[in-house]
């Protein structure tokens, strides 16, 4: 996968990214995925999208197609037209 390589639990740069990020086995969590820039900044042109590569966005699809819930400011979605949550058929297994 290019551009990714997974450090922990062990350093590979085969990353299967539902794997990594598949639900912990027990109890309640809340996962937390944002890109910014060397100075601090979550946008570039008003928007986020600039901020991120082809990595950082097959990571976000796959927790995007895992989640139950994506939440976001209210002018972030204004900028970046945010439509409703819908369940990915490929992570169906996953989110069972």
């Known amino acids: 996968m290019t551009g990714m390589r997974q450090l922990l639990p062990r350093?590979?740069?085969e990353v299967d990214l539902?794997?990594?990020y598949a639900y912990p086995d027990d109890g309640t969590w809340v996962r937390a995925n944002m890109v910014s820039s060397l100075d601090g900044s979550a946008v570039k042109d008003g928007r986020s999208e600039g901020l991120s590569g082809a990595a950082?966005?097959?990571v976000f699809a796959v927790l995007?197609?895992?989640a139950d819930v994506v939440l976001v400011g209210a002018g972030t979605a204004r900028a970046e037209g945010?439509?409703?949550l819908r369940p990915k058929p490929e992570h169906a297994e996953q989110r069972a």
Do not use: H, K
Request: proline share 0%; charged share 35%.
């Open 82 to 84: 945010y439509r409703a």
């Open 11 to 13: 350093c590979t740069d």
């Open 56 to 58: 950082d966005q097959r």
């Open 18 to 20: 539902v794997t990594a």
């Open 64 to 66: 995007r197609g895992l």
